[in-house]
C-alpha cells in the first residue's frame, strides 16, 4: 500500500483528526516553503513541527530519527518549524514515517510538541541569501581574559544606589547603568553638559587604553552603559542616536553569548553570533544605518561545529541548532559627540533630518493636514512602486466579491491599483482613490476609476450594492474622521447592500500566530520583500500548526517602554508621532510608517523589492500616517453607525475585518 494512502482502512476518530493535520501541514509546506511533499516513499522525510523554529533542537531530534535508522543527514532551517532527514534507505524512511508521525517530542522549552511527517524528492526550502557583515561591523573573539572577565562582571554593582537612582535603571527588558554621561530613554540622548561625576570605572580605562594601542578602536570613548540580560530578555532594534555619540561604539559581551540581529532598511537581517568575551566594533554604515536589537528569547539558532564562533550565522542548516542563552552583562563604549552628525546617511540622521516628525492632530484641521502630507502625498509619489508590490488578491476578499449576484454594482472606495476591480467579471465595479497615479494606473488596465477623497465619495447615496474598503480607513488621523470615512460608505449602500471593510491591526500577533508581516522579519530569513503595509500580505497560509513562542514571551513592550521611547531612536518627545520599524510590532496606534523607495524609483520601472546587503542604494524614505487598530475598535465605530448591521467580524492576517449590511 501506497504509504500515505489509507484509504482502505477504516480510521477512527483520532487517526482521521491527524490525517487531516498531517494534509494541513502538507499543504503548508507547499504554499508557505514552496516544499513539495510525494504520496510514494522516499529516502527523504520533511518533519513538521521539528524545527529550530519551534524550539526543537538538533540534539533533541537527531536521536529520535536515528532510532529508526541510519540517519545521513539531518537539514534544520533557522527559524523554520520543519526540517529534512535523509535516510541511507527507504525501508529506514518507511519505518520513521510509520513511527514519528503523529507522535509527541518534548522541545527544549519543556513543551509538547507533534510531529507530522512527509515524504520529499528532495530537502529545499525558500534559499536564504549569502550574508556577510554589515559593512564596518567587526567582532574581535576572546579581546580579554576569562579573569578580565570576571573582574568586570564583579566591579558592576547591581544594588539600588538611592543617592544617583538615575544611573541605574530597570527597564521592562533588561538591566542597565550609565557611567560617565547618563543616557535618556525619553529622548534617546545625553546631556552633553551635564557629565556623571566619577567617569568611566577604572578597570575599563585601562582596558579601553590597550584596545586603542593595539589598533581595536580608534577612540576613547567616555560614556559607558551596562546593560544586563536575563534569559527571555532583549533590547528592540534601534539606532544608536546619530547626534549623541561619535561613530564608534563598541560593546563587549560576557557572562553568556548571544545573537544580536542586524537590520538595513531593505529589510535584510543579518545575525551576528557575540561569543562571551568578544568586542562589537560598529562603524559606519553598520554604526549609522543598519538597526541593531536582541530578540527577547531563551534559546538562539547557532552554529553547532565547535569551529565556528563569532560573526554571521550562515544558511549551512546541516550544522546549526539551539542554544540556551545564559545571563549576558554588556559594557557598550560610546564617545558622546560634541557637534552635529555630518555623517553620509541623512534619511536616519537626527542631526539631518530637515523637519521634526509631525505631532499627534488635534483638531480636524491639523489631522487633515497630517493626511494630506503623510497620505496623499506619500501615495502620489510612491504609487508606481507601490503598485508594482501589490499583485495577489487576498483570499477572503475575492471570496465577498464573487459570492455577490451578477450585474451588482459595488464601489472599491480607496482601489489603489485596482487588484480587486477585475476580480469578478459580473460585477460592474467602480473604483475610487485619493492619488491620482493610482487611479491612472487602474485606467490603464481599463477600468473605470476616478479620484475622490473617501470622506466625500461622489455616488448618488443608496446607489450601490455593495461596497469595499480594504487598507484605507486607517489613514484617517482621528477618531471623528474615521467615523466619518465609515459613515460615506454606509451611505453609498442601497438597503440590503453590504460592505467590507479591513483596516490594519495594533494587534499582530493573535491567538499566537504571528502575522505574515511580523513573519517577514524572522533573522537569518536573507533578503526578504520589505514592503510595509498591510497590502504587503501577499500570501495567505495557514503556518505548520507552531507553537510559536521563539520570541513571543515578551517581545512586545510595554506602554512604559513606549513611553520611554525606548523602541526608537528617532522619537523625540511624547507629542510627536513615533516612526515605526518595518515588520516589528506596534507600540503606538498612531505612527508613521517608512516607505523605501527604490533608487530613483517613483512612478517609473519597479525596481526589486529588496537589494544586496550593505549596499548605498537607498532610495529616499517616504512615511505614511497610520492608526492601526484595536481589537474590537473597528466594530464599536460600525456600531454607532445609523441602520447599519455587523454580519460578521474577523481578524485576517494582521487586519481587523468587518462585513456590514444596510437596513
Ligand atoms: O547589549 C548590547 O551589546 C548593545 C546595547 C545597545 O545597543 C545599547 O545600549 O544601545
Ligand atoms: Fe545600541
Ligand atoms: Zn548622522
Known amino acids: 500500500m501506497d504509504s500515505n494512502h489509507q484509504s482502505n482502512v477504516k480510521l477512527s476518530k ?51 530519527l536515528e532510532k529508526l535508522g541510519q540517519v545521513d543527514a539531518l537539514l534544520m532551517p533557522p527559524n523554520k518549524p520543519y526540517s529534512f532527514v535523509t535516510y541511507k534507505t527507504t525501508e529506514e524512511s518507511k519505518k520513521a514515517y510509520a513511527t514519528l508521525n503523529g507522535q509527541n517530542i518534548v522541545n527544549d522549552l519543556g513543551q509538547k510538541i507533534i510531529l507530522y511527517l512527509n515524504f520529499v524528492e528532495k530537502a529545499q526550502w525558500k534559499e536564504l541569501g549569502l550574508q556577510a557583515l554589515p559593512p564596518g561591523l567587526k567582532v574581535v573573539e576572546e579581546i580579554i581574559s576569562s579573569e578580565d572577565e570576571k573582574l568586570l562582571l564583579e566591579s558592576v554593582s547591581w544594588t539600588e ?50 584596545w586603542l594601542k593595539e589598533g581595536f578602536i580608534r577612540h576613547k570613548p567616555d560614556q559607558l552603559t551596562v546593560n544586563q540580560y536575563e534569559p527571555g530578555q532583549g533590547i528592540p532594534a534601534h539606532i544608536d542616536t546619530h547626534s549623541a555619540f561619535e561613530d564608534e561604539i563598541i560593546s563587549l559581551s560576557l557572562g553568556s553569548e548571544i545573537i544580536m540581529d542586524f537590520k538595513h532598511p531593505d529589510g535584510v537581517t543579518v545575525p551576528v553570533m557575540l561569543p562571551l568575551r568578544s568586542l562589537l566594533v560598529m562603524t559606519g554604515e553598520s554604526r549609522y544605518l543598519w538597526t541593531h536589537g536582541i530578540t527577547p528569547r531563551k534559546f538562539d539558532t547557532v552554529q553547532a561545529s565547535k569551529g565556528h564562533k563569532s560573526g554571521i550565522i550562515t544558511g549551512d542548516v546541516g550544522d546549526l541548532t539551539l542554544s540556551k542563552r545564559g545571563i549576558r552583562t554588556s559594557f557598550t563604549f560610546r564617545k558622546v559627540r ?37 497620505v496623499h502625498q506619500v501615495y502620489e509619489e510612491i504609487a508606481g512602486h507601490f503598485s508594482s508590490t501589490r499583485h495577489t488578491p487576498w483570499p477572503h476578499i475575492v471570496e465577498f466579491l464573487k459570492a455577490l449576484p451578477s450585474g451588482s454594482l459595488v464601489a472599491d472606495v480607496g482601489c489603489g491599483n485596482g487588484k480587486y476591480l477585475g476580480i469578478n467579471k459580473e460585477l460592474y465595479m467602480i473604483g475610487c482613490d485619493r492619488s491620482q497615479n493610482l487611479v491612472d494606473i487602474c485606467r490603464e488596465k481599463q477600468y473605470q476609476a476616478f479620484v475622490c477623497d473617501a470622506l466625500s465619495v461622489p455616488v448618488r447615496s443608496g446607489s450601490c450594492d455593495a461596497c469595499i474598503s480594504i487598507a484605507v480607513i486607517h489613514h484617517f488621523a482621528t477618531a471623528e474622521r474615521r467615523m466619518a470615512a465609515l459613515q460615506e460608505i454606509a451611505r453609498l449602500l442601497r438597503s440590503g447592500g453590504k460592505a467590507l471593510i479591513y483596516v490594519w491591526a495594533m494587534e499582530q500577533e493573535y491567538q499566537k500566530k504571528k502575522s505574515k508581516y511580523l513573519r517577514e522579519n524572522k533573522s537569518n530569513q536573507g533578503r526578504q520583500e520589505i514592503s510595509s503595509d498591510p497590502s504587503a500580505q501577499e500570501l495567505f497560509v495557514e503556518p505548520v500548526p507552531d507553537t510559536g513562542h521563539q520570541d513571543s514571551a515578551c517581545s512586545i513592550p510595554s506602554i512604559n517602554d513606549f513611553q520611554k521611547g525606548r523602541y526608537h531612536s528617532r522619537e523625540v518627545a511624547n507629542s510627536m508621532l513615533p516612526i515605526h520599524t518595518n515588520r516589528t510590532s506596534f507600540h503606538s496606534q498612531d505612527l508613521l510608517v517608512p516607505w523605501h523607495l527604490k533608487g530613483n524609483a517613483s512612478k517609473e520601472k519597479p525596481t526589486e523589492p529588496f537589494g544586496p546587503a550593505g549596499t548605498h542604494d537607498t532610495g529616499p524614505v517616504l512615511h505614511r500616517y497610520y492608526h492601526v487598530f484595536c481589537e474590537g475598535e473597528l466594530e464599536a465605530a460600525c456600531q454607532t453607525l445609523n441602520n447599519v448591521s455587523i454580519l460578521q467580524s474577523y481578524y485576517d492576517q494582521g487586519n481587523w475585518c468587518v462585513i456590514l449590511q444596510k437596513a
Open 14 to 64: 483520532t487517526e482521521k483528526k491527524f490525517l487531516r493535520k498531517q494534509i494541513k501541514a502538507r499543504h503548508t509546506l507547499l504554499r508557505h516553503e514552496g516544499i513539495e511533499t510525494v504520496s510514494y516513499a522516499t529516502q527523504i522525510l520533511v518533519v513538521a513541527n521539528g524545527g529550530l523554529g519551534n524550539g526543537v533542537s538538533r540534539n533533541k531530534l537527531l536521536p529520535e
Open 161 to 210: 544606589d538611592t543617592d544617583n537612582p538615575n544611573f541605574q535603571k530597570s527597564l521592562k527588558h533588561r538591566r542597565v547603568k550609565h557611567f560617565g554621561y547618563e543616557f535618556h530613554y525619553e529622548n534617546n540622548n545625553v546631556h552633553k553638559d551635564k557629565p556623571l561625576p566619577g567617569g568611566l570605572p577604572d578597570i575599563c580605562d585601562s582596558m579601553l587604553e590597550k
Open 338 to 374: 560634541q557637534t552635529p552628525c555630518d555623517c553620509s546617511y541623512p534619511l536616519v540622521c537626527d542631526s539631518q533630518m530637515k523637519e521634526p516628525p509631525p505631532s499627534f492632530p488635534e483638531s480636524d484641521k491639523e489631522a487633515s493636514q497630517l493626511e494630506q502630507k503623510y
